[in-house]
């Protein structure tokens, strides 16, 4: 089956810093990512997607990169904020897009 | 107000009974999906429907079943058979037909004791 794993569990930075959440996927032909935002006891919120044809997306303090060569996502978090505090994961889709892989997760704290 | 919504969001059962997680969504999505999550883990997909009337098993259905009789409601059975039913669960649709990005509802927080 698929793959899809965080280099962190946690990671805590100081309000204001830029945070960076990594991602290391297994199957070379996934071509759709996306990252979620899950505050506790709540459901995933998309927060920013990526196909593989792309190396960089950005959204509103969000930057997405891909790196195909060694199957590497990343998510970076400008100018952290408290309210950013929540586990971020990764999911990569499968070939016919109808099945995500999703990973563990990272917990993300902000420190005011 | 479009979303999905699931209920209840808690919910207790006792052992060796049947349990149906109500799921529905109002955004004319033909992809829905449902989904486990245990502390400390991803998302493990049940069950996913592409269209009313089909669906197809994810990595872990053993002791869950699923229906799609309406467009706007996948609800999920979790059964007997299912060995540790305790945990979060998420149901999530999509427009389908190549729109990937899947919507979650809030959640259901099962405890079977």
């Known amino acids: 089956g698929e793959s899809v794993g965080l280099h962190l569990p946690t990671l805590s930075v100081q309000e204001g810093d830029n945070s960076i959440i990594n991602c290391a996927y297994s199957?070379?032909?996934?071509?759709?990512f996306i990252w979620y935002k899950q505050e506790s006891g709540k459901g995933p919120q998309f927060i920013i997607d990526?196909?593989?044809?792309?190396d960089k997306r950005q959204g509103q303090r969000v930057t997405v990169l891909l790196n195909k060569t060694v199957k590497h996502l990343s998510l970076q978090i400008a100018a952290t904020q408290p309210g950013d505090s929540a586990v971020y994961f990764c999911?990569?889709?499968?070939?016919?897009?109808?099945?995500?892989?999703f990973g563990t997760g990272t917990s993300l704290t902000v420190i005011p | 107000d479009g979303g999905i919504t699931q209920s209840p969001k808690y919910l207790f059962r006792k052992e060796g009974q049947n349990v149906t997680l109500s799921c529905e969504q109002n955004l004319n999505h033909d992809a829905m999906y449902w989904y486990r999550q245990d502390p400390g883990q991803g998302l493990r997909l049940i069950y996913y429907s592409q269209i009313v009337n089909d669906f197809q098993k994810g990595d872990i259905a053993e002791g869950y079943s699923v229906s799609r009789e309406k467009k706007e409601s996948f609800p999920l059975t979790v059964t007997s058979a299912q060995k540790n039913p305790t945990a979060f669960y998420l149901c999530?649709?999509?427009?389908?037909?190549?729109?990937?990005?899947?919507?979650f509802g809030p959640g259901t927080r099962l405890t079977v004791t």
């Open positions: 199957n070379s032909a996934s071509d759709y």
């Open positions: 990526i196909r593989s044809n792309m």
């Open positions: 999911a990569e889709s499968s070939n016919t897009g109808n099945q995500f892989y």
């Open positions: 999530a649709s999509s427009a389908g037909q190549g729109s990937y990005e899947q919507y």
